[in-house]
């Protein structure tokens, strides 16, 4: 147990639909992450939050939409989703403003889309 | 993108042998960490090593790092089942990522 929690852990979604993925850290950590994870794939770092505000945006497409409420709380808002944004979401925390870079990585969200 | 890439791809040893995979980079780092991952599950941070250090040892866990080359390997020694995950390096150049690589997978066998 990292003390990142992810939710739900499995989730299948027809590519019409609009789903969120939910992470949630109660470590006071300032930094927050998404990873995609696909097989054979190294991890694609998605987008980071430092204290809610969003510092990094790596390319991803508008239908994958991030929102971070408060510096505990993480949404990864999906839409019109295709078949290969299939894979395991993962969120991911660390301290980085008490100089400590190491991620704590939540369980993930395995995605398929059909 | 991708900084890290880890080689093996596979393992597959003996219990109580040791395992070792490598990992090279491409540009100026902070410090490199290496993760493990059971199937399907997230990553779990296993040790850290700066810059400026050559080597750092963590129960049976031996991390090297040769700046120089761009380069780290994971020795774990003594493996036992329990082992048996995909092992991740990542890079952290001070800039708020991680940039991992895809993995090796290492199969302990009884």
């Known amino acids: 147990e990292t003390g990142v929690t992810q939710t739900p852990r499995h989730l299948v979604m027809g590519m019409t639909n609009k789903k969120s993925l939910k992470c949630e850290q109660h470590?006071?950590?300032?930094?927050m992450y998404w990873y995609k994870q696909s097989a054979k794939k190294p991890l694609e770092l998605m987008f980071v939050?430092?204290?809610?505000?969003?510092?990094e945006n790596n390319s991803v497409p508008s239908r994958f939409s991030p929102e971070c409420p408060n510096s505990s709380h993480l949404f990864l808002h999906l839409h019109t989703l295709q078949p290969e944004d299939s894979a395991l979401y993962l969120c991911?925390?660390?301290?980085?403003?008490?100089?400590?870079?190491?991620?704590?990585f939540g369980q993930g969200t395995r995605l398929t889309v059909v | 993108s991708q900084q890290g890439e880890e080689d093996p791809q596979a393992l597959s040893i003996q219990e109580g042998e040791n395992a070792t995979m490598n990992c090279s980079y491409k540009?100026?780092?902070?410090?490199l960490q290496w993760y493990r991952q059971n199937s399907g599950r997230g990553l779990v941070h296993l040790i850290l090593?700066?810059?400026?250090?050559r080597e750092k040892h963590s129960g049976r866990l031996r991390v090297t790092l040769d700046t120089s080359k761009k380069s780290s390997s994971l020795l774990i020694t003594a493996s036992r089942a329990a082992d048996t995950a995909s092992y991740f390096c990542?890079?952290?150049?001070?800039?708020?990522?991680?940039?991992f690589g895809a993995g090796t997978t290492v199969t302990v066998r009884a």
């Open positions: 991911a925390s660390s301290p980085r403003d008490r100089g400590q870079t190491e991620a704590f």
């Open positions: 470590l006071g950590h300032n930094a």
């Open positions: 939050y430092n204290f809610k505000e969003q510092t």
């Open positions: 540009t100026s780092i902070n410090n």
């Open positions: 090593i700066r810059s400026n250090e």
């Open positions: 990542a890079t952290d150049a001070n800039d708020y990522k991680l940039s």
